[in-house]
């Protein structure tokens, strides 16, 4: 692995199927993130983790769960999924959530079709 | 709130210059980077300002008012493959990333 990958790269699934989207860097970065992005929309950040052990939430949080049992992985769970959460969902982290510099790094996106 | 401003689309022909502006207000500002993301790809870091000034690498500048909530990015040489979406996003106190929606540049020969 080099670098930060994610799982699946698309998906198609019914509403109200569970679903976990997952994320794995190698970096040893301490900080972690989910992002979604809508067509003519910024990023817009779901969930984060500072660092292994805590979350906390980002703008748009409802209907979705994080863990961050171990510094490398970081998956994000619908837990039923509407059409609504149709979106591109990016993986990123960083050495630090703070500082003087906080380049955050991206994972290649997972398309997430919900019907 | 928080809000950044920036141009939906620019057009620019290949070997040209061209100067994409951003505009934010944030709750607190503890810098502002610039990525660029391919149609379809991830976005990728190329440029950080937090200090007022201009920041030269390679064809890449990047400019920085914090008085003014105003940064521009300027791309010289233009090259097809820099026919992208880049994204200003500002670092508000809480040391979260507020992203714009992108400008999309296209490049024409």
């Known amino acids: 692995i080099a670098g930060i990958t994610q799982a699946p790269t698309s998906q198609i699934l019914a509403a109200g199927r569970r679903m976990t989207l997952r994320c794995t860097q190698d970096?040893?970065?301490?900080?972690m993130y989910w992002y979604r992005q809508d067509l003519g929309l910024g990023l817009r950040l779901i969930h984060y983790?500072?660092?292994?052990?805590?979350?906390g939430k980002g703008e748009v949080p409802d209907g979705y769960s994080v863990s961050r049992a171990n510094t490398d992985d970081f998956p994000l769970t619908l837990a039923s999924a509407v059409p609504s959460q149709t979106s591109v969902y990016f993986c990123?982290?960083?050495?630090?959530?703070?500082?003087?510099?906080?380049?955050?790094?991206f994972g290649p996106g997972t398309r997430l079709t919900v019907l | 709130g928080q809000n950044i401003d920036q141009p939906t689309e620019m057009t620019a022909t290949e070997g040209a210059i061209v100067q994409i502006n951003c505009t934010y207000q944030t709750s607190g500002f503890n810098g502002l980077f610039w990525y660029q993301q391919h149609a379809g790809e991830a976005p990728t870091f190329l440029s950080y300002?937090?200090l007022d000034g201009l920041e030269e690498k390679g064809r890449f500048s990047s400019f920085l008012s914090r008085s003014k909530g105003y940064s521009y990015l300027l791309l010289k040489e233009l090259q097809m493959k820099d026919s992208a979406s880049y994204l200003c996003a500002p670092m508000d106190s809480n040391y979260q990333l507020i992203w714009g929606a992108g400008t999309k540049l296209i490049i024409k020969p």
């Open positions: 300002n937090v």
């Open positions: 970096m040893r970065h301490n900080a």
């Open positions: 983790s500072n660092t292994a052990g805590t979350t």
């Open positions: 990123a982290s960083s050495d630090s959530p703070s500082g003087t510099y906080n380049e955050q790094f």
